[in-house]
């Protein structure tokens, strides 16, 4: 009669070596044991029938033991107790053996036996695993008969990884009645699951041991006479020996029984019987007198491991396959592979984890993939990131299924190792479900696959192919060449462990194409902005993009375009240490970036924050952009760019420098870089330039094999017409001069916001003001003035420059120096402006003709100032020398002022003299009225009085000649007429009260003479 079957793995059947009989039974009832042996033992299939040559009583030369051997025969049989000829208890329905953990039969040795063929009793001599010897009381004869019969392989079916076939031979007796032949099924199984009801009763679970069972066994039998059946007999089994012949199977693969690998493990096997109702349920374990033994290094391992790609396109997002492959010794008197324990397989360096996976992934929880458990699994399609095929004890191509992305700790997952589980199931009823780890070198991401305490059954190959398409989890080294896979794997029989490397070649077009040398790098550069009129607030955009195959960015050296500056004062500096950890306040935000990362047709974008710092490694301002290494389930922390900001001293062009990260700080995922966006984009911040020339923004990009390439990208204005420029320029100088201390000169500008900023000045001064030569001839040399300025001598030192400029929070402020230009003619007056880090240097050069001094500021920076002043004082070395008396006469400097739009202002500047006093630049008498002129110079209140002269008072705003006429009094006038000669001299004075206390107050007077008519 047949059994009906249930599910479970490959080879199972075979018990597993010796065992003694174990102290504790658990049972109901009458049903006992008296015997419960299982092992494996050598010998021919005679010596094996004989209970001498394969019991625990026999001599244990007569075990075979040998770890990872192939045993001749393997044997579980028991016996019940009895009383009398009837054993005790109800009649067994069900008979379950447990083998010992490792112990592995191959059903796919041996021929197969169709169902049809086994039921006629026609199964090929192939199919034959063994033998089995019965005794069961047959109560209508009343005795216990001894049955033997033969074990076959039978096709597979679907839950069941081994079927066997048990037919029975029926037995006679002389002119006894004869019992007629009976069939069963022994149903084979893999316990991969953890079972609550099987522990309770002492059976062990979900490690990966093989079971069997016979179910529904008969319990009665027909008894016939002369092929006639008399009457149907009660049958009750008292004796069972299982024989599966270990070296059973086709020639060369001599392995259906392959002895585990592990020598520290005790091979315990498990028998459970179930009696028809009453019920009855007997478990008991056994163990054999003689253990496993020759874990040494006569059992071969040579595992190795190999990697393929789905392309060898570098810096391809790739779906490789990993394939591990298990040499098997198959002929009976060879000693098999040991199991892989542990297994480490390091990827070749370069082949990383790809971001872009992330953006499109799922994860599975452990109680969705439910190892340890029979539960089904449930992983999200999502969360599949390849598929897995393993080769075992069972038809080729049959044991296969997904990897999926563990969590775990739940999501997001923050930092590795990362989590991968392995699900392969076989419609034979087998599922391996395994936990392994991903980690990657924190340097450089290259990657470690783990699996520890692998299951202890032999298998040939494993293949884990990831995912491959525009979202591959892995992506291909950027270099090309051969880099090496190279693997560790540990026995079960407690040995050294097997090592060793495999190449990996990746080239130009997956097709063996040749690589260039070196590899190209060659980005592309664009910039938006938000308007393009000239001076007018804007927001900037920054775009760097990398072709795949192009080398790996590492640092970028951008130079925006001249006059394209930032309003410092209006943003709320974000200082240390907030900007290295990222905390800066949103006052600081001037902006967002953007980076696109990960190789494939799809990378995935990270976006965060650009604050505005204070000083980053020396330069006097930085930028602070923490991205969120944040996609899909992974959240690996920010990854913070520190960008230096430096100011260019000759062109004031805004320096942006910025080392860029290659790797997840927390996640050891190189990002592959593929684009950077940084928009600056807060109101009222940018300033466009002034001028509408040819404009560009221009990079230096270092890639990290250390090429360099130049990128640049246009920066069209327009409307530079439209701006104002009405700058007020305004020149000053002292009357206190003299030969020692020379003359000075104040020389002011001011402008008012959004107008155009100045490009250039020329300014002639007046022939009173000459260059003084003994200062000339201590001129700083250049070379000493582009190394260090401030190590320029001190006879160089002429003055001081303070400009103020709403970019800047502080006005720049330095001295100006004489420096000698290699070959020119005269040294020029270099200005040397600082603050806040900031140092920008305006060369002005100086020519000198006809005794007048000519300064030319030819460059001077796009940038808006609120006022420049320049201050050449009177000293030893003073720039300037005095001819004559400054006081007489006008002093006037010539000068053009350029804007960067082009614009043009011409003047002729009045030099204000400073120190004269007041002056009486002409009188004469008039109509009994004196007319003065007077000149004075700056500011203040003039007071005009004399004896008979009407007192007048006149304020002036600046310095200036002005002309008053004064009459005299009425009793001036009577005096005058009674005058005996006919004349009146009158004292005038004049008296200024200075505005500028500085100025001081002075007086001048005259004597004029009245004539009567």
Known sequence: MQLQRRSALVALLCCAGAASLAPAAHAAGNLGLSEWEAGTCNGTAAEVKVKANCSYASNPSKFYTQAAGHPP?????????????????????????????????DPQALGTCTRAQFDSNSCPADSEAGFVELKAYVEAVGKTLGLEGKVYNLDLEPGLPLIFGIDVKGVSAGLLPVVEDTHLLLEGHVSWGSETLLQSRGITSGDFHEWFEINNIPTEVSVKLLTLEVIKSKLKTVESKLFFNGHGGKEGKEDFLTMPSDCSETPTSYLELETYPPTERLSMPTTPPVGISGCDSKVPFAPSATLAPETAQHDAADGASVLVSVPQFEKGNQI?????????????????????????????????????????????????????????DLPPGSLGGNVYLGAPAGTPITEPPYTIYIDAESVYGVSVRLAGTVTPNPSTGQLEVTFLHNPPLPFSRLTFTSDGGPHAPLANPLACGTAQTSFLFTPYTGLGPALGSTPFTTDADGKGGECPSPLPFSL???????????????????????????????????????????????????????????SCPSASQ????TATAGSGSEPTSFSGPVYLTGPTAGSPYGLSIPIEAASGPFDLGRVVTRA??????????????????????????????????????????????SSCATLSTDSLVTSTFGATGNVTSPFPLSACGALAFKPAFTAATSAKTSRAIGASLRVDIAQPAHEANLRSIVASLPVQLPSRLTTLQKACPEATYAANPRGCPEGSLVGTVTVNTPVLPKPLAGPAYIVSHGGAAFPDLDLLLEGDGVRVILEGNTNIKGGITTSTFASIPDVPVSNVSLTLPTGPHSALAAFGSFCKGRLAMPTTITAQNGAVVKQSTPVVVTGCGVRIVHHRVRHHKLVLTIQTFGAGRVTIAGKHLHRVRRSVKKASTFTVKIPLTRKGARALRSHRHRKLKIRVHVTFVAKQKAEGNSAASAVVTFKRR
């Open 73 to 105: 025969w393997g044997l579980t049989g028991f016996k019940l107790k009895q009383s009398g000829e009837e054993p005790e208890g109800s009649s067994v329905k069900r008979i379950r053996v447990d083998v010992p953990t490792g112990l592995a039969a």
């Open 336 to 392: 098999n592979t040991a199991a892989i324990d542990d297994a480490h397989v390091t990827l070749p360096e370069g082949l990383t984890l790809n971001p872009v996976a992330a953006s499109v992934l799922g994860t599975c929880s452990p109680e969705q993939i439910a190892i340890g458990s029979t539960a089904p699994v449930t992983c999200p399609a999502s969360s599949k990131i390849g598929t897995v095929q393993i080769e075992t």
């Open 524 to 582: 592309a550069q664009s910039t938006q902005s938000s308007t393009t009129a000239a001076g007018a607030y804007t927001s900037y955009t920054f775009n760097l993009e990398r072709p795949e195959g192009q080398q790996y960015v590492h640092e970028v050296r951008t130079v925006l375009p001249p006059g394209l500056v930032g309003a410092i004062p209006s943003v709320t500096l974000c200082e240390e240490p907030a900007a290295a950890s990222a």
């Open 590 to 593: 001037i902006g967002t970036a």
């Open 644 to 689: 230096e900001i430096n100011v260019d001293p000759h062109s004031a062009r805004v320096i942006v420098h910025a080392t860029l990260p290659a790797i997840t700080p927390r996640g050891g995922v190189p990002l592959r870089l593929r684009g950077i966006t940084v928009s600056v984009n807060r109101p009222s911040f940018l300033f466009n330039p």
